[in-house]
């Protein structure tokens, strides 16, 4: 049986409390993984990692932040059938949907920011004869996102399908 580890500031890791959740085919009710169940303790640590680690994300270039996750993107379609087969394990879709859908969105929105990231305006609104409001868009933060889990894969361009890499925080 497999263990599902955090992804937290570079590292694997089990959860702070030690426990654990089985993952369970809802095909076949059978558990085929463990993954560490996580609290507080975790998400502290993710998002503080997160926080670290956006100085340095949010000073890098357009050009090099598209850059990688485009190689992101084609990581992804390298891997596709694993991660499809992961898929639909984890979420019980039929592995075609996986496979045609699910996996192949997830690639297309990583292509989607990339070609995003490179393409920025800011914008400025008269209000009177005298002054001007700037809209700018600059990175913004660590955020958090929880997903459905119907479609982990495709809604959320930052994580993977849990099997594969949970909670990631970079």
Not at 12 to 30: C, I, Q, R, Y
């Amino acid at each position: 049986m497999q263990d599902v580890l955090n992804f937290i500031d570079g590292r694997h890791a089990p959860a702070a409390s030690g426990e654990w959740l089985d993952d369970v085919d809802p095909a076949t009710g059978e558990a085929y993984a463990r993954v560490a169940s996580s609290d507080g303790t975790d998400v502290d640590r993710a998002v503080s990692a997160a926080v670290r680690a956006f100085a340095a994300w949010s000073t890098t270039p357009a050009s090099e932040r598209s850059k990688l996750l485009r190689q992101l993107a084609r990581l992804i379609e390298r891997d596709l059938e694993e991660l499809a087969r992961a898929e639909s394990i984890d979420s019980g879709k039929p592995l075609s949907v996986a496979r045609t859908v699910d996996v192949p969105r997830a690639v297309q929105n990583f292509d989607f920011f990339a070609d995003a990231v490179t393409q920025f305006s800011s914008e400025a609104h008269p209000t009177d004869e005298v002054a001007l409001n700037y809209t700018l868009r600059q990175p913004l933060g660590a955020v958090a996102c929880i997903s459905p889990g119907t479609c982990r894969s495709m809604c959320s361009p930052g994580r993977s399908p849990r099997r594969s890499r949970p909670g990631t925080a970079w």
